[in-house]
Each structure stands twice: as structure tokens, then as C-alpha cells.
T-cell receptor, first 114, second 117 residues
Framework: AQKVTQAQTEISVVEKEDVTLDCVYE???????LFWYKQPPSGELVFLIR??????QNEISGRYSWNFQKSTSSFNFTITASQVVDSAVYFC???????????FGDGTTLTVKP | DAGVIQSPRHEVTEMGQEVTLRCKPI?????LFWYRQTMMRGLELLIY????????DSGMPEDRFSAKMPNASFSTLKIQPSEPRDSAVYFC???????????????FGPGTRLTVL
């Protein structure tokens, strides 16, 4: 069985603050992929990043950065200098390559206030 | 590229009626996923196709739900008979899996908001 836990249900910050969204996963597989998706108020799901289980390098893309730590089964997402347009629900997801299953966390609702 | 296309965008029906949701994946993608999103249960994977073949349908809630993928460019999700608890947003997503064991991001359609009265 696999599981993704996003313990933070809702986060509210003021514009320009940094914010970290936590993601902890469980899987028995040695090969898997982790993802972050964004769901803005308009409702569509937008891909942000993919990481495979063998690549623990952190990644930075503009104001976004991701910290993958296999030792703690975590894949945290940080937004630096948040903006109002970052307000959305963010989902962390785990994909099992063997069974083709995708498991999503419950999502974290981020509200960035001006 | 037009992206993943879903129709209808909104569907309102009465309990007991048959509902058919449609999805056209991105051309060239070989994997297709149907998800359901509700406030109570979050985002749930219902079924996953690879090369038009259903790989895992363990997420399909009950026999009232069925999904088909007759060809690489079309899939349907059918609910018969529909019930009020089926009200949700249903997303279709597609992906390209170039090699066995590899995996790429899923591209989601805009979703179909289903309301069963």
C-alpha cells in the first residue's frame, strides 16, 4: 500500500513571505516518482515537478524549490517571496511504476494575502 | 496542442439516469487516467489505461461505474444508474510513458462537474 500525507490542510501567508508545504509519503517500492501539482481557483490541475526515487538532488525553478529527502520520506515544496497568484491548492502525489498507481495527498490550500 | 479535452464540462442529471463522460487525450500519449475529486474524499484515481488496456481499475467505486478506451484517442466513463453521491468533478489525464518503468507528468483536462439530483 502507498500513502501520501500533507499534514497542512490550510496555510495563510502575507505576500512576499516564504512558505513551505510539507509532503510525507509511504511506499514499499524502491522505484517510484513523486510529483507536485497546483490547482488554482479555476479548477484545472497543473504539473509543477517530477522526481524519481533515485534522484535526491534538490531543484530550484524561479521562486519554487523542492527538497527531496529519502531518509525521511519527504518531498517538501517551498515558495520564496510568495505572491497572490500562488494562492491555490497544492497536491503532492506518488506514482508506483510497477502497478501504475497514482496516489495523491489531500492537498494543502495556500492563501497568499496582499 | 489542444491539451486533454473533456466533455461535457458540466452535467446535471437525475438519480437513476445514465451518465457518460468523454475524454480525448493528448495525441501521442499512451496512458490515460480517470480521477474523481470531492471535498470529502479528495482526488481519487478511478482507473488507469496503458496502450488502451485497463491496467488497474481497483479505484472504480462499484459496478455502476465502467470505463472504456476503444482507441488511443478516446475514452469514456459511464455511470449507470447514477446516484447523488456520484456528484463530483471527474478529471481525465493523459501521459506518455516512453519506456517500461519510466513515468512522466500527467496532463489533466479541465474536468467535468457532475451533479446528480
Amino acid at each position: 500500500a502507498q500513502k501520501v500525507t500533507q499534514a497542512q490542510t490550510e496555510i495563510s501567508v502575507v505576500e512576499k513571505e516564504d512558505v513551505t508545504l510539507d509532503c510525507v509519503y509511504e511506499t514499499r517500492d524502491t522505484t517510484y516518482y513523486l510529483f507536485w501539482y497546483k490547482q488554482p481557483p479555476s479548477g484545472e490541475l497543473v504539473f509543477l515537478i517530477r522526481r524519481n526515487s533515485f534522484d535526491e538532488q534538490n531543484e530550484i525553478s524561479g521562486r519554487y524549490s523542492w527538497n527531496f529527502q529519502k531518509s525521511t520520506s519527504s518531498f517538501n515544496f517551498t515558495i520564496t517571496a510568495s505572491q497572490v497568484v500562488d494562492s491555490a491548492v497544492y497536491f503532492c502525489a506518488l506514482h508506483n511504476t510497477n502497478a501504475g498507481k497514482s496516489t495523491f495527498g489531500d492537498g494543502t490550500t495556500l492563501t497568499v494575502k496582499p | 496542442d489542444a491539451g486533454v479535452i473533456q466533455s461535457p464540462r458540466h452535467e446535471v442529471t437525475e438519480m437513476g439516469q445514465e451518465v457518460t463522460l468523454r475524454c480525448k487525450p493528448i495525441s501521442g500519449h499512451n496512458s490515460l487516467f480517470w480521477y474523481r475529486q470531492t471535498m470529502m474524499r479528495g482526488l481519487e484515481l478511478l482507473i488507469y489505461f496503458n496502450n488502451n488496456v485497463p491496467i488497474d481499475d481497483s479505484g472504480m467505486p462499484e459496478d455502476r461505474f465502467s470505463a472504456k478506451m476503444p482507441n488511443a484517442s478516446f475514452s469514456t466513463l459511464k455511470i449507470q444508474p447514477s446516484e447523488p453521491r456520484d456528484s463530483a468533478v471527474y478529471f481525465c489525464a493523459s501521459s506518455l510513458v516512453p519506456l517500461a518503468g519510466s513515468y512522466n507528468e500527467q496532463f489533466f483536462g479541465p474536468g467535468t462537474r457532475l451533479t446528480v439530483l
